[in-house]
């Protein structure tokens, strides 16, 4: 069976590859701007599980007739700090304003989750969840802010922070799923799995 990861996030691929799988990466192209103009008020949890659906989906759809049997994974993650959901910052002065709110402080890290089995050119079963993690930040100095912010990583992320990359410097602990942090939980995609009947040590790749 071949799993396809509806993401081009190197963490999620990392997470997988450390657990023993070795996805296909497909990007879905999903506007996302989109599809969160049509979910506001929405919980943090339906806003992520929505998005992670809608790109899972499409790779979904875009995929079915090239493949007989495959699973895909979709996910996406967003930050809630005081009850305002963000993704990626995208520009050094939205990163540094985030920063210098959530700094000393903590927040809940969502990721939506969507497992979408195909069989026979089309999808057969579909299983959603999401998964929260409690994020603990400390408080870098404004060198060490400038730094981090020039190194450019926390534009590209949910967040605007990384646990397992230059970001976990200013990690000071989480409550929760570490996996979820950086973009895909295992507990809960091994249990989605099970739901659309995949076994997830079936699609371990020999060591």
């Known amino acids: 069976m071949r799993v396809i990861l509806a993401s081009a996030s190197q963490g999620r691929l990392g997470v997988l590859r450390s657990a023993g799988l070795d996805p296909l990466v497909e990007v879905s192209e999903v506007d996302e701007d989109a599809v969160l103009a049509t979910l506001r008020g929405s919980s943090p949890a339906k806003v992520v599980t929505a998005l992670a659906s809608a790109k899972a989906g499409a790779v979904a759809e875009r995929m079915a007739p090239a493949v007989s049997d495959a699973v895909v994974l979709g996910c996406d993650s967003m930050l809630s700090v005081d ?24 927040g809940q890290l969502f990721t939506g989750h969507a497992v ?4 026979a050119g089309e999808v057969r079963q579909v299983a959603v969840g999401h998964a929260v993690t409690t994020v603990h930040f400390g408080r870098p100095s404004a060198a060490e802010l400038d730094a981090y912010l020039a190194s450019g990583e ?3 992320v949910a967040g605007g ?4 990359g230059l970001g976990g ?3 000071n602990r989480i409550e929760g799923d570490a996996s979820n942090v950086i973009g895909i939980s295992l507990p809960l995609t091994r249990k989605l799995l099970t739901e659309v009947g995949i076994v997830v040590t079936e699609l371990w790749n020999p060591r």
């Open 161 to 164: 922070f990384t646990l397992d």
């Open 154 to 156: 926390p534009l590209r």
């Open 116 to 119: 979408l089995r195909l069989a």
């Open 169 to 171: 410097w200013f990690v």
């Open 83 to 106: 009850g305002e959901l963000v993704g990626k910052p995208d520009t050094e002065d939205a990163a540094r304003r985030r920063w210098t709110s959530m700094a000393g402080r903590s």
